[in-house]
C-alpha cells in the first residue's frame, strides 16, 4: 500500500552566539590593546512543527513518523551535514558548538516505512553577529 511522503516545517533561534564575557583583555589599564574576546561557540535551537497531514492533505497518524533529519550548509540548497532526530515527539534540537558563518537549514520528515518529505522552507542564519 503506498503512503504519501510527509511535510515539514523549521524555525531556528540563534543563542549564545557571542561566547565572550565582554571583559577587554587589559581590564580597562592604559597602554594595551582592547581586542575583543574571540567568539567560542555558537549555539542554534532548532524547532519545528510536526505535520499534520500529507502531501495529499490527507489527516496524518503521529505513529507514521519515525523521526526527522535536518540538513544544513554553507550553500543555498547544497547541505553538507544532517542530524537525525530518531523520536517523532522531539520538536526541537540544539545544535551546539557550530563554526561563525551563515548557514542554510531544511529538514524532511520521515515516515515508519521508510519514506522521507520533500525538503522543507529553507531557512537562512548568519552567526556572525
Not at 512543527?49 to 495529499?56: F, G, L, R, V
Request: aromatic share 10%; charged share 20%; glycine share 10%.
Amino acid at each position: 500500500m503506498y503512503k504519501p511522503l510527509l511535510m515539514a516545517t523549521i524555525g531556528i533561534l540563534l543563542t549564545g552566539c557571542d561566547g565572550s564575557s565582554g571583559d577587554s583583555a587589559n581590564n580597562g589599564s592604559t597602554g594595551g590593546t582592547n581586542e575583543p574576546t574571540p567568539r567560542q561557540e555558537t549555539s542554534l535551537i532548532i524547532s519545528w512543527m510536526a505535520p499534520e497531514q500529507d502531501i495529499e492533505n490527507n489527516d496524518l497518524d503521529a505513529s507514521e513518523i519515525e523521526g526527522f533529519s535536518i540538513h544544513y550548509g554553507s550553500e543555498s540548497g547544497k547541505y553538507t551535514s544532517s542530524i537525525y532526530v530518531s523520536s517523532p515527539e522531539d520538536t526541537s534540537y540544539i545544535l551546539s558548538k557550530l563554526p561563525e558563518g551563515e548557514y542554510y537549514f531544511a529538514m524532511k520528515a520521515v515516515s515508519k516505512i521508510g519514506g522521507e518529505s520533500d525538503f522543507s522552507d529553507e531557512y537562512y542564519i548568519n552567526t556572525e553577529l
